[in-house]
């Protein structure tokens, strides 16, 4: 393919449904030549064009450009700590389908080989339409593909056994792939830092500059739920004393409540979260002051235009606004105060991880066209 072509591929993939002279532009591209591109690329079954949506606009009618219904799609997949997803993931982030079941009980390999059962059966589905892989995990990945969970008790699951031999196969941490997907298509759109936070069994996150995530030198940075910022006597799975992340999670409104480790982290947060009831209140407001508290310390560290919160970040801004926007403010160096980065829910919420595989492996596969 030429460059033009791949160019205009990636405009239909950040913008889905864009017209033919919008996207001609964006490409710096005149009609004559765009119209030439759009007939390759639909011969070659990447690209098709449709009716756009009426826009009371006059000039002459132009096309919608879509993907092609017989294109190149991805399996994307998450593993959470409680349940897995795969959905085939079309250019321009549609999903066609999806399968997924809960995963509790199960040792890392079992959910990976139920992923691979799902995959093989959906790559026969689509006639050999899925090209490759992305897959986000509550965990860091190594260079070959090994997972480690610390939380989950998994490591050195071999995550390549979801599709051997794959073409295209890209895994990643959940809460950096969740930062990715904000960036290309929630509200970090645009931010010249973006700073995203993720509660699920612990806290991760990422922070996005200029539209790039910092991976760090081993591709583990944005374990801030491992900054000493919670209570020093109480051991984190990671090894570490005081991790942040055992200060605003389900292990942590657990602790409070008197509750043994429950085996569901998430679900269980989840309904002490919701609960009105005076005591579980007054667990999530010690948990929700942790959580402002420490979002302060980043954002005097790290200067973003925004902070997103997903997973249980979410549920936490919405049973406890005040709480962590005080501790927040309270912890915020002054000349910061008067405005104060916002504290967000994330806009692809629980979706975010899944949809930063799909970016991934959605990258990779368009380098590979090229
Ligand atoms: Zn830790």
Same mark, same amino acid.
């Given at each position: 393919?030429?460059?033009?072509?791949?160019?205009?591929?990636?405009?239909?993939?950040?913008?889905?449904?864009?017209?033919?002279?919008?996207?001609? $532009?964006?490409?710096?591209?005149?009609?004559?030549?765009?119209? *030439?591109?759009?007939?390759?690329?639909?011969?070659?079954?990447?690209?098709?064009?449709?009716?756009?949506?009426?826009?009371?606009?006059?000039?002459?009618?132009?096309?919608?450009?879509?993907?092609?219904?017989?294109?190149?799609?991805?399996?994307?997949?998450?593993?959470?700590? *409680?349940?897995?997803?795969?959905?085939?993931?079309?250019?321009?982030?549609?999903?066609?389908?999806?399968?997924? #079941?809960?995963?509790?009980?199960?040792?890392?390999?079992?959910?990976?080989?139920?992923?691979?059962?799902?995959?093989?059966?959906?790559?026969?589905?689509?006639?050999?339409?899925?090209?490759?892989?992305?897959?986000?995990?509550?965990?860091?990945?190594?260079?070959?593909?090994?997972?480690?969970?610390?939380?989950?008790?998994?490591?050195?699951?071999?995550?390549?056994?979801?599709?051997? %031999?794959?073409?295209?196969?890209?895994?990643?941490?959940?809460?950096?792939?969740?930062?990715?997907?904000?960036?290309?298509?929630?509200?970090?759109?645009?931010?010249?830092?973006?700073?995203?936070? $993720?509660?699920?069994?612990?806290?991760?996150?990422?922070?996005?500059?200029?539209?790039?995530?910092?991976?760090?030198?081993?591709?583990? #940075?944005? *374990?801030?739920?491992?900054?000493?910022?919670? =209570?020093?006597?109480?051991?984190?799975?990671?090894?570490?004393?005081?991790?942040?992340?055992?200060?605003?999670?389900?292990?942590?409104?657990?602790?409070?409540?008197?509750?043994?480790?429950?085996?569901?982290?998430?679900?269980?947060?989840?309904?002490?979260?919701?609960?009105? =009831?005076?005591?579980?209140?007054?667990?999530?407001?010690?948990?929700?002051?942790?959580?402002?508290?420490?979002?302060? %310390?980043?954002?005097?560290?790290?200067?973003?235009?925004?902070?997103?919160?997903?997973?249980?970040?979410?549920?936490?801004?919405?049973?406890?606004?005040?709480?962590?926007?005080?501790?927040?403010?309270?912890?915020?160096?002054?000349?910061?105060?008067?405005?104060?980065?916002?504290?967000?829910?994330?806009?692809?919420?629980? =979706?975010?991880?899944?949809?930063?595989?799909?970016? *991934?492996?959605?990258?990779?596969?368009?380098?590979?066209?090229?």
């Amino acid at each position: 393919m030429t460059t033009r072509a791949t160019e205009l591929l990636r405009v239909v993939h950040a913008r889905p449904g864009v017209t033919r002279a919008d996207a001609a $532009r964006l490409i710096g591209v005149g009609t004559g030549a765009t119209t *030439e591109l759009v007939g390759r690329l639909g011969q070659a079954e990447l690209l098709a064009e449709g009716p756009t949506a009426p826009s009371g606009a006059r000039g002459r009618p132009t096309t919608a450009l879509i993907p092609h219904p017989r294109g190149p799609l991805i399996a994307a997949a998450s593993i959470t700590h *409680e349940a897995w997803r795969v959905d085939v993931v079309e250019l321009g982030g549609g999903t066609l389908a999806g399968r997924s #079941a809960g995963s509790q009980g199960l040792g890392g390999a079992e959910v990976v080989a139920a992923i691979g059962a799902a995959v093989a059966e959906l790559r026969t589905t689509f006639g050999g339409r899925i090209r490759g892989i992305g897959i986000s995990v509550p965990g860091t990945v190594s260079r070959d593909l090994r997972l480690d969970a610390s939380n989950l008790g998994w490591h050195g699951v071999d995550l390549a056994a979801a599709w051997p %031999g794959a073409e295209i196969f890209v895994a990643g941490n959940d809460a950096t792939l969740a930062a990715s997907a904000e960036s290309h298509r929630g509200l970090a759109v645009g931010a010249s830092v973006a700073l995203h936070l $993720r509660i699920e069994a612990g806290l991760g996150g990422a922070v996005v500059n200029g539209g790039q995530v910092l991976v760090g030198a081993l591709g583990a #940075a944005g *374990e801030f739920g491992h900054m000493p910022f919670g =209570d020093p006597a109480v051991a984190c799975p990671c090894g570490a004393y005081g991790c942040w992340g055992t200060a605003v999670d389900g292990s942590a409104l657990a602790r409070l409540l008197g509750h043994e480790q429950p085996p569901d982290p998430v679900s269980y947060a989840r309904r002490i979260i919701a609960a009105t =009831d005076p005591q579980p209140a007054a667990a999530t407001a010690i948990v929700a002051t942790a959580l402002g508290r420490g979002i302060a %310390g980043l954002v005097n560290g790290l200067d973003p235009d925004l902070v997103t919160l997903g997973g249980l970040g979410v549920d936490l801004l919405a049973a406890a606004p005040d709480r962590i926007d005080e501790a927040y403010r309270a912890g915020l160096m002054g000349f910061r105060r008067a405005s104060p980065p916002p504290v967000l829910a994330a806009r692809l919420g629980d =979706d975010g991880p899944l949809a930063g595989a799909a970016e *991934e492996a959605w990258t990779a596969l368009l380098a590979a066209l090229a």
